[in-house]
């Protein structure tokens, strides 16, 4: 589950990690070229190591699916983050629960080849029945444990989103 990515608001050096700046013409992550720090509460500091790379990060960054709108100041690409309205965040929670239906929807497709790889095994008498059974409780177990977390993470987020 990427929920990373969905902005609350608030600044987190995380948020730009998958931004790539055009370094020689070879597409490269952020971090690999640059220093990224928490300014303040609202806003990342993106300091590069090559001060000709400021004009590019920017220009990376302001391009980027994250809505931010970068400025230089002196060796510096100051990021703010704009204030959520109400209806963004409305839109930010349908997106993060959208993530965490596709995250136990995958834990559930995972249990399920699990259970058929237990069946298989049974019929090819490589497993009695009841240690197949116990299998299956035990990837039950699983099963239940990481859609709990994903709720807790779920809910976390949506408090998150709400609470800025």
């Known amino acids: 589950m990427d929920l990373g990515k969905v902005r609350t608001g608030r600044a ?3 948020l730009l990690d998958h931004v790539q ?3 020689y013409g070879t ?3 952020l971090n690999q070229i640059a220093n990224v720090t928490l300014l303040d509460a609202r806003t990342i500091g993106v300091t ?3 001060k000709s790379m400021a004009g590019k990060i920017e220009k990376a960054i302001r391009e980027s699916d994250l809505g931010l709108n970068p400025a230089t100041v002196g060796d510096t ?3 703010p983050m704009p204030a959520l309205t109400e209806e963004r965040r409305r839109d930010l929670i349908k ?3 959208g993530e ?13 080849d699990a259970n058929n790889h237990l069946k298989d095994m049974l019929k090819q008498k490589k497993m009695a029945e009841d240690e197949e059974r116990r299998a299956q409780d035990e990837v039950q177990k699983l099963t239940d444990r990481h ?3 994903i709720d807790k993470l779920l809910a976390a987020k949506e408090a998150d989103l709400i609470a800025v």
Do not use: Q
Request: hydrophobic share 40%; net charge positive; aromatic share 6%.
């Open 48 to 50: 590069p190591w090559e």
């Open 21 to 23: 700046v055009d370094y």
């Open 100 to 112: 965490a239906e596709n995250a136990r929807i995958a834990v559930r497709n995972i249990r399920r």
């Open 77 to 79: 690409v100051r990021v």
């Open 95 to 97: 997106v993060v629960r």
């Open 27 to 29: 597409p490269t992550p």
């Open 12 to 14: 987190h050096a995380g």
């Open 147 to 149: 859609i709990t977390e």
